[in-house]
T-cell receptor
Framework: DGGITQSPKYLFRKEGQNVTLSCEQN?????MYWYRQDPGQGLRLIYY???????QKGDIAEGYSVSREKKESFPLTVTSAQKNPTAFYLC??????????????FGEGSRLTVL | GENVEQHPSTLSVQEGDSAVIKCTYS??????FPWYKQELGKRPQLIID?????GEKKDQRIAVTLNKTAKHFSLHITETQPEDSAVYFC?????????FGAGTTVTVRA
């Protein structure tokens, strides 16, 4: 069954703790993305990666970090420096990026709550 | 960077009526405009998209129109049904990034 798997689905964190959200895809897609979804604000891009061992900051990268050591994996770490981390996080992938990029395939999301 | 504005934020329609959602974008270099539907508790899914060399595209009850000169594009849903109730997001892509609008919550009244 091809697709994108995010884990965990729900996560609770104490202030001051780092947390890592997992994103795995078996679609053989080159590009992967992390979005943050807040009510009334749509989807905002945190980081994206076009190829293994390469990634770029999106619009709201502060307080987040990523890695892309394998084509199928793109984990997101929410650090203690992120001032308002409580949100719904969506991982996505596409066959390619750049001018020819097309449809994004999304995971089911991870809801992070900071207590 | 690209800025996408979406209106209205909420839309309530009677079953069988049409629904229209409008978006504007700022970057004239944007060349790809998808629409995503997100049902409650589910992941966003692509419902239709259009590229900058096309003015209109239809797929059954949904259609998208693009006006490059005015930098706006619209989603049209005809003969709305209860299963059309969801949040709809427009998006625009310039170079490498897809920028999303804030979303429109559509409610179809029976």
């Amino acid at each position: 069954d091809g697709g994108i798997t995010q884990s965990p689905k729900y996560l609770f964190r104490k202030e001051g703790q780092n947390v890592t959200l997992s994103c795995e895809q078996n679609l053989n897609h080159d590009a992967m993305y992390w979005y943050r979804q807040d009510p009334g604000q749509g989807l905002r891009l945190i980081y994206y990666s076009q190829i293994v061992n390469d990634f770029q900051k999106g619009d709201i990268a502060e307080g987040y970090s990523v890695s892309r050591e394998k084509k199928e994996s793109f984990p997101l770490t929410v650090t203690s420096a992120q001032k308002n981390p409580t949100a719904f996080y969506l991982c996505a992938s596409s066959i390619r990026t750049g001018w020819l990029a097309g449809e994004l395939f999304f995971g089911e999301g991870s809801r992070l709550t900071v207590l | 960077g690209e800025n996408v504005e979406q209106h209205p934020s909420t839309l309530s329609v009677q079953e069988g009526d049409s629904a229209v959602i409008k978006c504007t974008y700022s970057d004239s270099a944007s060349n790809y405009f998808p629409w995503y539907k997100q049902e409650l508790g589910k992941r966003p899914q692509l419902i239709i998209d259009i590229r900058s060399n096309v003015g209109e595209k239809k797929d059954q009850r949904i259609a998208v129109t693009l006006n490059k000169t005015a930098k706006h594009f619209s989603l049209h849903i005809t003969e709305t049904q209860p299963e059309d109730s969801a949040v709809y997001f427009c998006a625009a892509k310039g170079d490498y990034k897809l920028s999303f609008g804030a979303g429109t919550t559509v409610t179809v009244r029976a």
